[in-house]
């Protein structure tokens, strides 16, 4: 379980994540969401130690990352795929890690396996494509069994089977009783993964709810949308009996008001035809632009017009909804940079990693 508890984080003056309190709990996965810059980074390098909040805090199964006796085998964290050491094998690189904390060799084979890795972990990270660094960061963070995830956008970069699969595998682990905190931009994924949201905007909490009560809070008033060659006759119909009807074209019209069986039981017993009847679905996309439209912080200075007309001004910030509690073939390599790791996630290392893979006279793989 995962709780953060007035979590606030001032870098200067802007504020990054602001009185943030949610929980995450086993057993299904939780999608992290909001725009660009809401904090949603900032607040999961604070639960694992990367960053140290100003006020507030959070806890892992109650008790702080730095406190953790063995956090690889409590947490695991997946932040930035591209943090590794690019001169080092796939393989290696969970060796060191799994060889610094005691975890024997047969669990890399594992985890090399899950994440499909086993025809390039003994070639050179640095010649991983985007998907595949991020399943060897995949393998990483399960690579002490952990019994809590922390993943940061780990969609990214993989390709519709690679999302599929990781889709599977989330659900999976968190079948299994494990939490599971994931952010993500892909919203129409997040609808098909995810069963709980934590939703943010500007660092402050929007939504805290499953993903079914998210969509249904923005979806409002139920809107039926109706074909007929009768459509004249049914509209009226359908107004004496209290729908607002809005005529989309020569035979066909939007009703709100009535439910979608109301309309179509109205038109049976009025002997009307009916050739199209059903209602428009809420996107957990709709719904989040809906929600954080007063959030977003880099919004275009002028919206690109949809199919559907321009778009209309932002509305206001909406108040917070806490309405609940509730193996793919790998892509090309690409060219990337060896980035440094940042702080503590890597303190616990030994001081030279080569030395672990030296002493034991591995990682030739
Ligand atoms: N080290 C830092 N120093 C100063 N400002 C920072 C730092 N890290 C993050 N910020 C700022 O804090 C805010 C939140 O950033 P954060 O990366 O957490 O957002 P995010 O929700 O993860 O964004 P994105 O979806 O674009 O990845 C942003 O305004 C960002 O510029």
Redesign the pocket.
């Known amino acids: 379980m995962i709780e953060a508890y007035g979590l606030t984080k001032l870098?200067?003056r802007?504020v990054?994540v602001d009185d943030l309190t949610f929980t995450v709990r086993p057993g299904v996965v939780t999608g992290f969401l909001?725009?660009?810059?809401?904090?949603?980074?900032?607040?999961m390098r604070m639960a694992v130690g990367l960053d140290h909040p100003t006020m507030g805090g959070v806890t892992i199964n109650g008790v702080v990352y730095e406190d953790l006796p063995a956090p690889i085998c409590e947490v695991g964290v997946l932040l930035e795929a591209r943090a590794i050491h690019t001169g080092r094998t796939g393989y290696q690189h969970l060796l060191v890690a799994a060889r610094s904390h005691g975890i024997p060799r047969r669990r890399v084979d594992e985890v090399i396996g899950l994440v499909g890795l086993d025809r390039v972990a003994g070639q050179r990270a640095g010649t991983y494509s985007l998907g595949m660094a991020q399943r060897l960061g995949l393998a990483a963070a399960l690579l002490g069994d952990p019994g809590v995830l922390i993943l940061d956008e780990p969609v990214n970069g993989l390709d519709p089977a690679g999302i599929r699969w990781i889709r599977d595998l989330l659900r999976a682990l968190a079948a299994e009783g494990r939490t599971v905190f994931v952010?993500s931009?892909l919203l129409s994924e997040m609808a098909l993964t995810a069963g709980h949201l934590v939703v943010i905007g500007r660092?402050r909490l929007i939504a805290d709810t499953s993903v079914d009560e998210f969509v249904r809070a923005a979806a409002g008033e139920e809107v039926v949308r109706v074909r007929s060659p009768r459509a004249h006759e049914l509209a009226d119909l359908l107004r004496g009996q209290g729908g607002r009807v809005t005529v989309t074209g020569t035979d066909t019209f939007d009703v709100s008001g009535l439910t979608c069986a109301q309309v179509g039981d109205a038109a049976c017993a009025a002997g009307l035809a009916v050739h199209g009847l059903g209602g428009q679905a809420t996107s957990l996309e709709d719904a989040f632009v809906g929600l954080t439209r007063g959030a977003v912080?880099f919004a275009p200075d002028r919206p690109v017009a949809s199919p559907g007309g321009p778009a209309g001004p932002a509305p206001p910030a909406p108040a917070p909804a806490r309405t609940g509690q509730p193996a793919v073939p790998p892509a090309a390599p690409d060219d990337s940079a060896w980035r440094p790791p940042d702080g503590a996630g890597w303190a616990r290392m030994p001081a030279s990693a080569d030395d672990v893979l030296d002493s034991h006279g591995e990682g030739q793989r």
Do not use: D, I, Q, Y
């Not at 725009?35 to 607040?43: L, M, Q």
């Open positions: 870098f200067g802007r990054a909001g725009p660009n810059g809401a904090g949603k980074s900032t607040t952010s931009h660092g912080e």
